[in-house]
């Protein structure tokens, strides 16, 4: 079997497994948790999201309150939403400005995406994992809509995977085309890409403390 069809395989066990996790609402309770917790002291006004598919977690809920809670600091520049929408001819992904109740359409792959909404460039990219490897590479869907925007984008933002802890692999080998993420959420927690993967920050009751471990 070569290796394409190595990684098809594994999507499809991956993706199959996490429709069918018994406590999946449980950990995407936990993982807004720690999602709302790490956003707590960025700067970044303006984040790019997706609308979950296929058991993803969803990351809106928690990028909603963010935006509010700017809105009741009363901050001078007011905080964005970003989701994307794919540009079929060179297969690369804008980010169009989302708030909730906006009007939505779907794109070519059935994903919903706003409607008219302006172009916006975030500084912090919020990605989707099936699974995700030590250092930071994430497995995708294989369209390589990811990698080729954040070629194009300048500055780069600083991207960070969400998925559950379910996905981690701990054999996951990177193509040489891959881009590591900055950094990784998942329901325990905060996993950081470092020389030491084994290394996590665990959000426990409001404390991030270091803790051996990866993944898990």
Known sequence: MDKAQQKRDLRKALIEQRLNLPDRLHKADLLQRVMRIWLVGRTDAVIGAYWPIKGEFDPLPALHRWKEDGELTGESTRRRIGMPVVDKVHKTLTFHAWYPGCEMEEDAYGIPKPKDTEVIVPTLLFVPCVGYGAGGYRLGY???????????????????????AQGFLSD???????????????????VWPSDRPDHAVVVEDGVQRLVVRFGV
């Not at 990177?174 to 905060?190: F, K, T």
């Open 142 to 164: 294989g369209g390589g809509f990811y990698d080729r925007t954040l070629a194009t984008l300048s500055p780069k933002p600083f991207t960070v995977g969400l998925g559950f």
């Open 172 to 190: 996951f080998e990177p193509e040489s085309h891959d881009e590591p993420l900055d950094a990784i959420l998942n329901d325990n927690g905060v």
